[in-house]
């Protein structure tokens, strides 16, 4: 099944005709089925049941809008979301807002997402979600974020294969003159993981969802150019989306402040940021245990960049082997362990912008809130 409508994607853009193939999850599998996940084996993949949308008409990019961190927790908050969000599109102009987790919190969390989805339908823009450690906090669990999403008009929002850790594990296609450009991938970096002695960390994306992200690189190369085969450049570039950072970014922080100190850049353009508060970078904020998953991604020479949420303050950008790590900016100002709570500092917070070329290279760049500071752009852009 496939979902079609017009939209205007801003009030810079003038109307155009945008399709959105709606159709159900990424190749959902049944755990009781032989296309059982086993080790790991998938079974075929099916392009055609994968979401995707389209370049516009004419244009040589495709713009996504990353938000995270909103935290709504009460409907009083939206129109003040819906101020500031509104500004950010109409900005950035883009084809698709991604958020990054952390929607929404706290206990009566169903009654905000069903007006919170009536929000970001009104910007007329397909938008897409991942799960943060909070959204789930209330009442309302996967299931309802998928009704919802799936119920609006330009949401777009999938559980993923029941066989996996996590519950927003799935996949866009992004398409230009009929052909498959890129691959936009989104998986759920958990909760909350209790260890010894230390309750206070964070879930790591797991083996299994390692696998799939790999099984969907694979099996969407292999549509494009009949065969998966990256050293001759057969492999459909892609970039990621999930919330908490993973190991490598902490491990870069440590690395780049030894070696050039605290909002230097490097040689390669990567920046360490300053920050107001030092438990903004707490390695207990970072996953307890190390996944695969940047290690797949070299490996795979698919993903140009891993774009995450979570730490509020931050603004860091890596280069790790090649492979692009970019903090998010933190949209709003409802909340924040680090200095938004009345009396305390304020905090720069926006989105992030980021271009995606037909050739396979991108841009990004940030976009700040009118409400703090005047917009600029951060930091250099990096190709592919």
């Known amino acids: 099944m496939k ?31 032989p296309e059982k996940y086993t080790g790991h084996t998938w079974g075929k993949y099916d392009v055609d049941s ?73 910007f007329k823009t397909p938008f897409a979600l991942v799960f943060g450690n909070h959204d789930r906090d209330g009442d309302a669990k996967a299931a309802d974020f998928e009704r919802c999403y799936n119920a609006s008009e330009y949401g777009i929002f999938f559980t993923g294969p029941k066989a996996l850790h ?18 936009l991938m989104f998986l759920d970096s958990g909760d909350s993981y209790t260890v010894p002695d230390n309750p206070k960390r964070y879930d790591w994306i797991r083996d299994d969802q390692v696998d799939y992200y790999a099984w969907c690189i694979k099996g969407v190369s292999a549509a494009v150019y009949g065969t998966f085969d990256p050293d001759n450049n057969k492999v459909v570039p892609s970039m990621m989306f999930y919330h908490v950072p993973q190991q490598e970014f902490w491990d870069c922080r440590q690395q780049m402040l030894a070696d050039y ?18 438990v903004a970078y707490d390695e207990r904020l970072y996953p307890c245990n190390r996944s695969k998953l940047v290690e797949m991604a070299l490996e795979l020479k698919s993903t140009k960049a891993m774009f995450v949420g979570h730490l509020h303050r931050d603004r ?12 998010g900016l933190k949209t709003l100002t409802t909340y924040s362990y680090y200095g938004c709570e009345p009396g305390e500092s304020p905090i720069e917070v926006g989105g992030t912008c980021i271009k995606i070329k037909a050739d396979g290279s991108y841009d990004w760049t940030r976009i700040y809130s009118s409400e703090q500071f005047t917009s600029v752009q951060l930091g250099p852009l990096h190709g592919a």
């Open 316 to 327: 860091s950008v890596y280069a790790y082997n090649g492979l692009m790590l970019i903090q």
């Open 50 to 122: 994968v979401t995707t949308l389209d370049f516009r008409k004419n244009s040589d990019s495709f713009t996504i809008l990353q938000l995270t961190d909103t935290h709504i927790r009460s409907v009083d908050q939206l129109e003040y979301m819906k101020d500031c969000v509104g500004e950010l599109v109409t900005a950035a102009d883009p084809d698709l807002i991604v958020i990054t987790g952390d929607s929404i919190w706290k206990s009566n969390t169903k009654a905000v997402l069903s007006e919170y989805v009536k929000v970001m339908d009104s």
């Open 166 to 183: 996590g519950e927003s594990n799935y996949q866009i296609n992004v398409k230009n003159n009929k052909q498959i450009v890129y691959t």
């Open 261 to 278: 100190g605290m909002n230097v850049k490097a040689p390669d353009g990567s920046i360490a940021t300053e920050t107001d508060d030092d």
């Open 3 to 33: 979902k079609t409508f017009k939209f205007l994607a801003t009030a810079l853009s003038a109307a155009i005709l945008c399709s959105l193939s709606a159709c159900s999850k990424t190749k959902d599998i049944d755990p009781d089925s």
